[in-house]
């Protein structure tokens, strides 16, 4: 532990994280095999030549508009640095880097994580006193940006020495590539030994599964090695198997007809039964961004090459996939409500038989003229319209939305604030089901009665997420916005884990106080703002040789067959 972590005070001269393109283009990917000599450069040196492709793109590129690093050296709307938008420290920070250093977890001696909650208030503890892979993502994120990148890479270790360990539930044993939901330290004084215990489910209320933590694990590898340079984490042949197992895991071929990632229930951040099952957007902007992320990490060998090439040819269907059949505007969903049915054979325009009286009513009132979102899952027949913050802000980051729907869900956040946003940011989803469907939905769950938790709760750690994105897109005062309504309140409150009611007026039922992510997100949101060059280890940018949306009245099928 280094002297500035003892005071619990951040170090003022946040490292500076490489914000250039490192992104691979696909197109050139699979044509030449040219990588192998690339592998001996490190990653930063790549990330700058490949930077001076991308600033040769033209003026109208969105890329050289929006990328915050161009931002910077232009001045365009993001704030370049605190000389400029002049940055005064809220007195909220120092006490926020105090708790979330509180929540460190020590594995012999070694900073390895932090608990989900430090909540000695609360009655029951249940596991939130363990380290939550997805919560982790923020502190990491905290202590990159803070050039502490240490407790990140034993962390990713240890949850790789974790994934190595045979995971049963009950009789059944689970893949090889799964990652924890959490884990924790056990501590024997007497002994003095440390021993781990982590927990794939088979401990989790529910038995969910934790699709999102491998994605997050290869998420946060990148972050940690674009943010250090150092490519050798990376390259062990340890991170480079346990990338493979995980790729393994969802890539690999079953019944499915579609690219998406087909989940139960309560896989991801909502983690109970809240009508998520089939092909959650969160799961699958995740996937997207986690396999866009694995390609510069993977090595070329005889079985990396191989990866590299299943992602390649899954990341064109799972954009096409996305762009065309989540995406849903004013247009898009006056074209749902003509939709015919019953349409048989490849010239369908309504390919999943969506019967248009299915749609919700308060869809076409929520839907703003100019805007737009992935809606939260589609499926044979069905369509779930609900917004849902994370898979938005993760299709934003990743690129796995064009620039224009990423403008457009800007917009929507813009247009909808009172909805999406209100008192405390963010809602987790909108609307909350009531009622009927709730009994139905979520199987009578108490805790996630109508805008509570994850039924419309608004969730603080949702904040950098936000923020990121804003920055992305080039809207630093939508996060400015959202910053200020926490800073209001969020340390007064205790950093609740979520609020609860329509406007997010509300502490949450059963929120607990001193949530590690909400302390965590506040202070990376802070960062990003400060230097938007910190964006560069969490986003990606668009990928040129993905196919741009076809809209579907004109989609390759139906072109194919007119030839
Ligand atoms: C709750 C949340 C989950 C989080 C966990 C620990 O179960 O739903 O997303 O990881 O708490 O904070």
Known sequence: MDGTMESGLPHLDSRCSISEDDDFDLSRLLDKPKLNIERQRSFEERSMSELSISNSRGPDNFDSIYS??????????????????????????GDAWEALRRSLVFFRDQPVGTIAAYDHAAEEVLNYDQVFVRDFVPSALAFLMNGEPDIVKNFLMKTLYLQGWEKRVDRFQLGEGAMPASFKVLHDP?????????DFGESAIGRVAPVDSGFWWIILLRAYTKSTGDLSLAETPECQKGMRLILTLCLSEGFDTFPTLLCADGCSMIDRRMGIYGYPIEIQALFFMALRSALPLLKHDAEGKEFVERIVKRLHALSFHMRSYFWLDFQQLNDIYRYKTEEY????????????????????????TRGGYFIGNISPARMDFRWFALGNCVAILSSLATPEQSMAIMDLIESRWEELVGEMPLKITYPAIEGHEWRIVTGCDPKNTRWSYHNGGSWPVLLWTLTAACIKTGRPQIARRAIELIENRLQKDGWPEYYDGKLGRYVGKQARKFQTWSIAGYLVAKMLLEDPSHLGMISLEEDKAMKPLIKRSTSWTCSMNRH
């Open 345 to 368: 054979s490849h010239t369908a325009v309504n390919k999943f038989n969506v019967i248009p009286d299915s749609i919700p009513d308060w869809v076409f009132d929520f839907m703003p």
């Open 68 to 93: 915050p690093g161009e931002a910077v050296r232009s001045g365009f709307n993001t704030p370049a640095s605190s000389a400029r938008y002049s940055f005064e420290p809220h007195p909220m920070i």
């Open 190 to 198: 007497v002994r003095k030994m440390d021993t781990l215990i982590a």
